[in-house]
């Protein structure tokens, strides 16, 4: 009875130790991005798009204002910068905006159709996300660059910090989990 007793507490601390160790990287390995669409000219047109890496490719989410009520609208990825984007794009989810002029889309970015885009391959400062209503670009926006992971990523001027605080909770259930699976260690001794 004792031989078991102590055979399932040490899995207890075995299970602990690795979840205290796994735990915090896995919520570091969630990469989001948050890309701004400001209106382009006197379009009015403006919106979010977030950016979230999923396996290979990247999933968005697109949320754009000021489209003309139940008109359609297209959303493309480029290299460059709105002032001169590339010829060259990858798709994004279409758009079809409401009785106010919002819409929303939500899909996987591709190039061509059907090869998917890494999340690393357009956070890098240099590709931009447009919003085209007919042949016009309405709303454009530059893909900040992805924080490296060897890098912590500054906290912004507003004081939000998304990222510091999942880092920090998974931190701080990670030296809990271990404190458990040491105090299980210790009594395991004791009881010997």
């Known amino acids: 009875m004792r031989l078991r007793r102590l055979a399932r507490l040490r899995l207890l601390e075995t299970s602990l130790l690795a979840l205290a160790f796994l735990l915090p990287g896995t919520v570091l390995a969630q ?19 977030i950016l979230t890496a999923a396996g290979d490719g990247t999933n968005v989410a697109l949320d754009v ?3 003309v009520p139940g008109a359609g609208a297209r959303a493309t990825m480029h290299a460059n910068t ?6 060259s794009f990858a798709a994004l989810p279409n758009l079809k905006a409401d009785a106010t002029g919002r819409a929303t889309a939500t899909g996987l970015v ?3 159709g059907t090869e998917s885009v890494a999340l690393a391959t357009m956070a ?26 060897s890098t912590p990523p500054a906290l912004p001027a507003t004081g ?23 105090f299980l260690r210790q009594r395991i001794r004791m009881d010997r």
């Open 65 to 67: 204002n000021g489209l």
């Open 110 to 112: 591709l190039f061509h």
């Open 160 to 182: 939000g910090a998304a990222f510091p605080l999942a880092a920090a909770l998974a931190g701080i259930l990670g030296l809990c989990t271990l404190s458990a699976g040491l």
């Open 31 to 49: 990469k989001t991005v948050t890309v701004r669409l400001d209106p382009v000219g006197e379009s009015g047109v403006s919106g979010t798009a």
């Open 82 to 87: 709105c002032a001169m984007p590339s010829a």
């Open 124 to 149: 890098d400062g240099e590709h931009i996300i447009a919003i085209h209503a007919g042949e016009q670009v309405v709303a454009c926006g530059l893909i900040p660059k992805l924080a490296s992971a």
